[in-house]
């Protein structure tokens, strides 16, 4: 039978795109570290006769999930309501979104890492302003030029998306367990056959974020960010 656990966020730090979330742990204490980084964010991306250049690049997930040996299951919570992942063309290394303490020093192997891409509630306590709109909340927002003409691209869809982890495990006290989340823009404004997809033109949005949740890959590793 399946043991749930919950990932306590102790101290929030969301103040605007450029914060992470933390909390003080103990020094035996495994922890879990989460990285984001946008390949291509800031080049000219040629699709076809069209150029796409994006300048921003973030979204939001409410909450995940850990998997870790003898069906133990560790669920994010907290007061946070949400994770922001923003990247810009101004940033060139991955970013730390968030670093927590696990709460045990006993489980060495991790199986699973699952997250719930979907738009913030109303009282999420995050301090970007483009994620609430009138009526709805958004999910994604993605700002840039098509063709030199601005564009800002928002979507409500959700998604969810799991993640086997093989071959890491934490022996150390002081081991994190890394996870790094990035995507590469060429894959997301093209659909299989390599037809454009412009981000201005409402019916394509499905496609984009269909696009978004293929290509959002994830790495694990482990190591002391200390």
Same mark, same amino acid.
């Given at each position: 039978?399946?043991?749930?656990?919950?990932?306590?966020?102790?101290?929030?730090?969301?103040?605007?795109?450029?914060?992470?979330?933390?909390?003080?742990?103990?020094?035996?204490?495994?922890?879990?570290?989460?990285?984001?980084?946008?390949?291509?964010?800031?080049?000219?991306?040629?699709?076809?006769?069209?150029?796409?250049?994006?300048?921003?690049?973030?979204?939001?997930?409410?909450?995940?999930?850990?998997?870790?040996?003898?069906?133990?299951?560790?669920?994010?919570?907290?007061?946070?309501?949400?994770?922001?992942?923003?990247?810009?063309?101004?940033?060139?290394?991955?970013?730390?979104?968030?670093?927590? /303490?696990?709460? #045990? *020093?006993?489980?060495?192997?991790? %199986?699973?890492? @699952? =997250?719930? $891409?979907?738009?913030?509630?109303?009282?999420?306590?995050?301090?970007?302003?483009?994620?609430?709109?009138? /009526?709805?909340? #958004? *999910?994604?927002?993605?700002?840039? %030029?098509?063709? @030199? =003409?601005? $564009?800002?691209?928002?979507?409500?869809?959700?998604?969810?998306?799991?993640?086997?982890?093989?071959?890491?495990?934490?022996?150390?006290?002081?081991?994190?367990?890394?996870?790094?989340?990035? =995507?590469?823009?060429?894959?997301?404004?093209?659909?299989?056959?390599?037809?454009?997809?412009?981000?201005?033109?409402?019916?394509?949005?499905?496609?984009?974020?269909?696009?978004?949740?293929?290509?959002? =890959?994830?790495?694990?590793?482990?190591?002391?960010?200390?």
């Amino acid at each position: 039978m399946r043991r749930l656990l919950s990932i306590v966020v102790l101290s929030i730090f969301v103040f605007s795109n450029f914060s992470c979330i933390s909390s003080t742990a103990e020094s035996d204490e495994k922890r879990i570290s989460i990285f984001f980084s946008v390949l291509n964010i800031g080049d000219d991306l040629t699709v076809g006769d069209n150029t796409i250049q994006v300048s921003d690049f973030k979204f939001t997930l409410t909450r995940f999930n850990l998997y870790a040996e003898n069906d133990v299951v560790l669920q994010s919570t907290g007061d946070v309501g949400g994770f922001i992942f923003a990247y810009t063309d101004e940033i060139s290394v991955q970013r730390l979104i968030l670093d927590v /303490g696990l709460g #045990f *020093s006993d489980i060495e192997n991790f %199986t699973g890492y @699952e =997250i719930f $891409f979907e738009p913030v509630g109303n009282n999420a306590n995050i301090g970007d302003a483009e994620f609430f709109g009138d /009526g709805e909340n #958004f *999910s994604q927002v993605i700002k840039g %030029t098509v063709n @030199e =003409i601005d $564009f800002v691209f928002k979507s409500s869809l959700v998604f969810e998306k799991f993640y086997e982890i093989t071959g890491v495990q934490l022996t150390d006290r002081e081991e994190s367990l890394v996870v790094s989340l990035s =995507i590469d823009l060429e894959k997301v404004f093209a659909d299989e056959s390599g037809n454009f997809l412009d981000p201005t033109v409402p019916e394509n949005e499905a496609l984009i974020m269909q696009r978004i949740q293929q290509n959002l =890959i994830a790495d694990f590793g482990s190591e002391s960010v200390f």
